[in-house]
């Protein structure tokens, strides 16, 4: 005790909190204009800390736990760079180049964190992007079992070196408002690839929605059973097996080969699995609550677009929500629709999960204020998820934000459904954002309209424009029409309505019948689940019950767990 006091009383530095901030309040950094901005971090409990930019100053008084929050005006759009000036006591720090304008928040799956150096097009583009005042912070790829205050990251301006880094929908649409509005635009980039709407959500969230906390219950069900020396040990296993299959595979042609396996992923507890409830809102979306901005842009879908999933009208909703009230903030949320993916569909009628998602992230347009939704059935690619073209998504998403946030005059959407009615054995389609008329893109006959009566048997229908606003669907084969559909695949090759700026027409039905959802046995996958579970848990104590003598207690025992779990693997296997 005497030695820690005299250590203490030797370095009074010890006692002290260094003055800190998180990594996103840093040189190169873009403020929101016209706004208190938000500044926040920590130092020594009960300091007083100020804060000042450009002539102006605010102060704050750290908590008992040293976090303190200040809030300054910036005023007007400013691209001449400041300097954001925090101080406590003797500690001091300078933000260098801090630019004022315009902030938003970047985040979703894949195809948002799709940088633009993977479009090989775009070279000569990125070869003139020359903008210093456009901005983006780019979020690595990190977990969290809690709710982070910090991420790593730094500020870049656009130049030919960093904009190949760049998300590409999240570039060009910052490049189509920074041209358009001739201020400083900064985006904010949080994006993992491949993951579910849900990880980005938080947990007591999700735990609001019954389909959602059921997601959130497995998860932490997994989570109090999980043995991480029981995971090792069946990690082992497999990548042996995996190496053996890989040297077998070498010197054979890629037929004899066939199909090789992935290599197996190193075990992680569920709480640090990215993907699972939670986890990305944590790590990846937390530590930016609260700062100061216009709005945020989201591409994602991708991973909720499968069948018996938590419908996406309820779960974008909740996260936006969610998201609102821990920013404290109304902001603007403006999203992609899913693009065209796999073949073309051929039949009229056909259930798709994705078209389902589709129409589902139309719906959030009615449901949930201030959202707007860029349509790109147009854009897809058959065979990549990933389509090429990231131009336009970003820069429809920026017509909403000119429109809505900027009060630019223009057509801010592709044609919307708005309303139907029945007409002498047809039905007139009424549609919003038609502009000046709506119109076929290649000016033949429109496609992909479908008309079913009430026995529910869908038919290709006859549809032409029929004024400036609305199509007349029709079919010889039903002659009392109940309901129209558009578009309604996940590649609906042809489909060509659009308004008088081209821009396409989303996916909609005018029915509500629950011949949209692909039947999912869910008992059956539950079982499979279960079975693939005890399948690991065999294969560790199979790894852990070699590793002692047959004769020995330690073997009797697990051989014993091990033949009881056999006995019940056997039993749930599928029936011939």
């Known amino acids: 005790m005497k030695l820690t006091l005299s250590l203490l009383l030797l370095s009074p530095s010890l006692l002290l909190a260094e003055l800190k901030v998180p990594h996103f309040f840093s040189d190169h950094m873009v403020l929101q204009r016209e706004r208190a901005a938000a500044i926040w971090g920590k130092a020594d409990a009960g300091a007083e800390v100020s804060v000042s930019f450009k002539g102006k100053s605010a102060s704050a008084k750290a908590g008992a736990d040293g976090k303190w929050r200040a809030q300054i005006e910036t005023g007007a759009a400013d691209a001449a760079g400041a300097v954001l000036t925090i101080s406590a006591g003797k500690d001091k720090l300078e933000i260098k180049d801090v630019l004022v304008g315009e902030v938003w928040f970047a985040s979703g799956q894949s195809n948002m964190f799709y940088s633009m150096n ?46 190949p880094g760049f998300s590409a929908v999240a570039f060009f649409f910052a490049r189509k408002l920074h041209l358009e509005l001739g201020i400083p635009v900064g985006v904010i980039k949080s994006a993992w690839g491949g993951k579910p709407v849900e990880t980005f959500t938080s947990r007591e969230a999700l735990n609001t929605l019954p389909g959602t906390k059921a997601l959130v219950d497995a998860m932490l069900k997994d989570e109090a059973g999980y043995d991480q020396a029981r995971a090792d040990a069946a990690y082992a296993t497999k990548l042996e097996q995996w190496k053996a299959t ?15 396996p992935k290599k197996p992923e190193v075990p992680k507890r569920p709480l640090l699995t990215e993907g699972k409830p939670g986890v990305l809102f944590a790590a990846m979306i937390h530590p930016f609550t609260g700062y100061t901005m216009r709005g945020a842009i989201w591409y994602q879908g991708e991973g909720n677009a499968k069948a018996g999933a938590v419908p996406y009208d309820q779960t974008l909703p909740l996260m936006i929500n969610d998201w609102r009230k821990r920013w404290a903030d109304e902001f603007s949320f403006y999203y992609v629709q899913l693009a065209s993916y796999r073949a073309a569909s051929t039949a009229p009628g056909t259930p798709d999960p994705w078209a389902l998602c589709q129409d589902r992230m139309r719906l959030v347009l009615g449901t949930t204020p201030k959202t707007g939704m860029a349509i790109i059935n147009d854009v897809g690619e058959a065979n990549d998820i990933h389509p090429k073209n990231k131009k336009d998504p970003g820069e429809r998403l920026a017509r909403w934000a000119l429109a809505k946030d900027y009060g630019k005059e223009l057509i801010y959407s592709g044609p919307l459904f708005k309303s139907s009615e029945m007409k002498d054995g047809a039905i007139r389609v009424t549609f919003g954002q038609s502009g000046t008329g709506l119109k076929s893109r290649d000016g033949g006959a429109l496609k992909r309209f479908e008309i079913a009566g009430a026995d529910k048997v869908w038919k290709w229908a006859d549809a032409k424009v029929d004024g400036a606003d609305s199509v007349l669907v029709s079919s010889a084969e039903v002659k009392a029409p109940a309901a129209v559909r558009y578009a309604w695949a996940s590649n609906p090759e042809g489909a060509n309505l659009v308004n008088s700026d081209g821009l396409p027409a989303s996916v909609f039905r005018t029915d509500d019948w629950d011949d949209v959802e692909v039947k999912v046995d869910t008992s059956a996958q539950k079982a499979s689940e279960e079975r693939r579970a005890m399948g690991v848990e065999i294969r560790a104590i199979s790894a852990e019950r070699a590793k002692h003598d047959r004769k020995s207690p330690e073997y009797q025992e697990l051989n014993k767990k091990f033949q009881e779990l056999m006995a019940k693997y056997k039993e749930g296997a599928p029936k011939k």
Do not use: C
Request: a negative charge; proline letters at 7%; hydrophobic letters at 40%.
């Open 118 to 163: 993977r479009s090989p097009e775009y070279a000569g583009l990125i070869a003139e992007s020359k903008h210093p005042a456009l901005r983006m912070f780019n979020a690595p790829l990190v977990t969290a079992a809690d709710n982070q205050d910090d991420i790593e990251g730094v500020w870049q301006a656009s130049t030919p070196e960093t904009v």
């Open 246 to 260: 890989m040297a077998a595979a070498k010197g054979k042609s890629a037929e004899e080969r066939k199909r090789l």
